[in-house]
């Protein structure tokens, strides 16, 4: 055992059996590479990424390339997803430098942490034009030999230019009407008319994009909007990157029509799209949105909670293929003979028409990614006979599956994505009466609360088995958290979520806001890296900048706040210098803008809880499209929310500082609300 023994992050204890003496990120580390007058060789993977194996395989367990890091290098391993902050640092070098990015990273640094050196996977042997791993190694050793001087000229170059990218923020204002326009726009001509989604291959899930579309189009009625957010939803339902039995997203489309998918499954991805497709169906009745939406929550509570009530990080791309090999996919795809074996003759047939099986494969060596037909995705309301055949084919292949060896799990909870799984779980549960995901959500809650936060409402980005992991919290932890806890107390009517965002909103505006009102991804007191890290732009997750804004202007809308919604409004001047000429990488920014734009709503219904009209009404101000609109419910004379306060029983619609008259009627309140669809 190396010295990542110990520690809580499943990537990191991945290697801690490797012949490398991998460190930690720790000053120790870099005092151990100046005593020993050596660079530091800083690998950062995270524990589903396939060609993070790769490598590891290949070079981190093989017993003479270890030997040659030992002697020559101090080696440290981190894992992204726990120190998202020294990632984005050196990710932007790297991507500097190189035109490229993405896991593995490999980085070479001076002992005070300057890069002079990038890359991403090199192989064990030359290939493909990339020299061998142990090429880099020399070739890098042999500089930091015989010219010093000049590595260390180039780290001090690199560091510096590095500085020179620093964002320039003078609080531009708010984007108006016209920026959101231009952003349409744009998405426009990138949309994929033919497959749906954005961009070519590889092609993401654009979650962010979609939440912004569909927000657009309730409050302006652009029906080009909702047509690209309904299309894009249907491809991604109909294709490979869907599970058709287990449910939930794989991270990526290798492809552009959705067929073949990088299978790694990630909670951020699956939560974000959970709620996505609860939005869909809430906007267009679709039966199809509401499947999916329902079977991605259960795929969260089954296959990611943990025995701590939070939400695990991840399942593997990779998994044994039944030979002792480890290949990626192996635990979805199928073939004919695979279909045959489980179902018999005539089912198999039906269902390799259904899922797409055909003899060549789709995938690897003959096998097929699950796909739905075109036809059979339109047609979701089946026959009472076909569809009890579709539930006895998916139970019996599902039940083949859990035979199969089971990818591996990263157990670590994360803060900021259990933000997001709370949010969408609180919704779904409460839009389609499942009130065991809103205790999901409520447990998960409870979680941060109890082992991620402290006394003072810092918050701890990751815990594992119930116990807190080392490394703070970073903006989108505070921000995230924040947007599942207001979430969770619309659902609920439990004031207390609101307080706690609060207590997460208040760090935001003492720790993490610079000038202007832009936002820094760690806060004031954080460890001191070579830059910090300020990056307004989503990648995966939304970017805390935005989803900060977001929480912000929410809390703002419940409680009146005024220094709350003037740091929304500052920080979301970044929408308007970016989002018309990016707006694929800013489509949370531009989500919050809309509910800036439309107030947000503030809905307060006031009733008896036991009462049938109380929860009508509820259910309505929940089912709202109305941008960003924030719901607080309680009886007469509550507390609980600020929204409450001195009101009769009554449903209450307030924006732009004036309100509507009260209404006890559902209908009424509806058509206030603008929620038109999906109430049924």
């Known amino acids: 055992?190396?010295?990542?023994?110990?520690?809580?992050?499943?990537?990191?204890?991945?290697?801690?059996?490797?012949?490398?003496?991998?460190?930690?990120?720790?000053?120790?580390?870099?005092?151990?590479?100046?005593?020993?007058?050596?660079?530091?060789?800083?690998?950062?993977?995270?524990?589903?990424?396939?060609?993070?194996h790769v490598m590891a395989h290949e070079s981190f367990e093989d017993d003479a390339t270890a030997a040659y890091m030992n002697?020559?290098?101090?080696?440290?391993?981190?894992?992204?997803?726990?120190?998202?902050?020294?990632?984005?640092?050196?990710?932007?070098?790297?991507?500097?430098?190189?035109?490229?990015?993405?896991?593995?990273?490999?980085?070479?640094?001076?002992?005070?942490?300057?890069?002079?050196?990038?890359?991403?996977?090199?192989?064990?042997?030359?290939?493909?034009?990339?020299?061998?791993f142990r090429q880099v190694l020399e070739g890098v050793g042999s500089a930091w030999t015989d010219r010093r001087e000049e590595v260390t000229e180039v780290a001090?170059?690199?560091?510096?230019?590095?500085?020179?990218?620093?964002?320039?923020?003078?609080?531009?204002?708010?984007?108006?009407?016209?920026?959101?326009?231009?952003?349409?726009?744009?998405?426009?001509?990138?949309?994929d008319a033919t497959r749906g989604g954005f961009g070519g291959a590889p092609k993401f899930p654009a979650a962010m994009v979609?939440?912004?579309?569909?927000?657009?189009?309730?409050?302006?009625?652009?029906?080009?909007?909702?047509?690209?957010?309904?299309?894009t939803g249907e491809a991604m339902a109909r294709g490979g990157i869907y599970d058709q039995l287990g449910g939930g997203f794989a991270r990526y489309s290798v492809d552009r029509e959705w067929v073949v998918p990088h299978f790694e499954k990630m909670l951020y991805d699956n939560a974000l799209l959970c709620r996505v497709y609860a939005h869909l169906w809430r906007a267009t009745g679709s039966d199809l949105a509401r499947r999916v939406a329902l079977e991605t929550a259960d795929f969260l509570v089954s296959e990611l909670r943990t025995q701590e009530g939070g939400f695990a990080s991840a399942l593997d791309a990779d998994s044994d293929d039944g030979t002792g090999r480890h290949v990626e996919g192996a635990y979805y795809v199928w073939t004919p003979e695979q279909l045959r074996t489980v179902l018999g003759e005539e089912d198999a047939r039906f269902a390799a028409q259904r899922f797409l099986v055909t003899e060549e494969g789709t995938f690897e060596e003959g096998a097929s990614v699950l796909?739905?037909?075109?036809?059979?995705?339109?047609?979701?309301?089946?026959?009472?006979?076909?569809?009890?055949?579709?539930?006895?084919?998916?139970?019996?292949?599902?039940?083949?599956?859990a035979e199969r060896p089971e990818p591996g799990r990263d157990d670590k909870v994360v803060a900021a994505w259990n933000g997001l799984a709370i949010a969408a779980l609180a919704e779904v549960g409460a839009f389609f009466d499942r009130p065991d995901l809103v205790e999901r959500a409520t447990e998960a809650a409870d979680l941060l609360v109890?082992?991620?936060?402290?006394?003072?409402?810092?918050?701890?980005?990751?815990?594992?088995?119930?116990?807190?992991?080392?490394?703070?919290?970073?903006?989108?932890?505070?921000?995230?958290?924040?947007?599942?806890?207001?979430?969770?107390?619309?659902?609920?009517?439990?004031?207390?979520?609101?307080?706690?965002?609060?207590?997460?909103?208040?760090?935001?505006?003492?720790?993490?806001?610079?000038?202007?009102?832009?936002l820094f991804d760690t806060a004031n007191d954080a460890e001191k890296l070579i830059r910090r890290p300020q990056d307004p732009t989503d990648n995966a997750t939304p970017s805390g900048w935005t989803a900060a804004a977001?929480?912000?202007?929410?809390?703002?809308?419940?409680?009146?706040?005024?220094?709350?919604?003037?740091?929304?409004?500052?920080?979301?001047?970044?929408?308007?210098?970016?989002?018309?000429?990016?707006?694929?990488?800013?489509?949370?920014?531009?989500?919050?803008?809309?509910?800036a734009l439309d107030g947000p709503r503030e809905v307060a219904v006031?009733?008896?809880?036991?009462?049938?009209?109380?929860?009508?009404?509820?259910?309505?101000?929940?089912?709202?499209?109305?941008?960003?609109?924030?719901?607080?419910?309680?009886?007469?004379?509550?507390?609980?929310?600020?929204l409450l306060a001195g009101r009769p029983a009554g449903a209450y619609v307030c924006r732009h500082f004036v309100c509507d008259a009260p209404t006890t009627e559902p209908s009424v309140l509806r058509e206030r609300l603008g929620a038109d669809a999906g109430t049924a």
């Open 210 to 231: 979609l939440e912004f579309l569909l927000r657009h189009y309730a409050r302006t009625g652009a029906e080009g909007a909702l047509q690209m957010a309904r299309e």
């Open 71 to 132: 002697e020559h290098f101090v080696n440290i391993k981190v894992d992204r997803e726990e120190r998202p902050d020294v990632d984005a640092v050196y990710m932007e070098a790297v991507q500097a430098a190189t035109g490229q990015g993405g896991w593995p990273m490999t980085v070479f640094l001076t002992a005070e942490a300057e890069p002079f050196y990038f890359g991403t996977y090199f192989p064990p042997e030359p290939r493909h034009g990339m020299p061998s």
């Open 1 to 52: 055992m190396n010295r990542l023994a110990g520690v809580t992050s499943p990537y990191l204890l991945q290697h801690a059996d490797n012949p490398v003496d991998w460190w930690p990120w720790t000053p120790e580390a870099f005092e151990e590479a100046r005593r020993r007058n050596v660079p530091v060789l800083l690998s950062v993977g995270y524990s589903a990424c396939h060609w993070c």
């Open 606 to 642: 006031v009733g008896p809880a036991d009462d049938p009209l109380t929860r009508d009404l509820h259910r309505v101000a929940l089912l709202a499209q109305a941008p960003g609109a924030v719901v607080a419910v309680g009886e007469v004379g509550s507390e609980e929310f600020p």
């Open 156 to 191: 001090a170059k690199i560091v510096g230019e590095l500085a020179e990218r620093s964002l320039a923020y003078n609080a531009p204002e708010m984007p108006a009407e016209e920026e959101l326009a231009q952003a349409l726009l744009g998405l426009t001509r990138e949309y």
């Open 450 to 518: 109890r082992v991620h936060m402290d006394d003072g409402a810092r918050i701890a980005r990751t815990s594992k088995d119930g116990k807190v992991g080392a490394n703070a919290g970073v903006l989108e932890d505070y921000a995230d958290v924040a947007e599942g806890f207001l979430a969770l107390a619309s659902v609920t009517g439990e004031g207390v979520w609101l307080d706690f965002a609060g207590f997460l909103l208040d760090i935001v505006l003492d720790q993490f806001v610079g000038e202007g009102g832009s």
């Open 371 to 401: 796909q739905l037909s075109e036809t059979e995705a339109e047609g979701e309301a089946l026959g009472l006979a076909e569809a009890g055949r579709v539930a006895s084919v998916r139970a019996r292949l599902l039940a083949a599956r």
């Open 550 to 595: 977001g929480a912000l202007l929410a809390y703002a809308a419940h409680t009146g706040s005024e220094a709350h919604r003037t740091a929304a409004e500052r920080a979301l001047g970044v929408v308007k210098a970016l989002g018309p000429r990016a707006p694929r990488f800013i489509g949370w920014g531009l989500a919050v803008a809309e509910a």
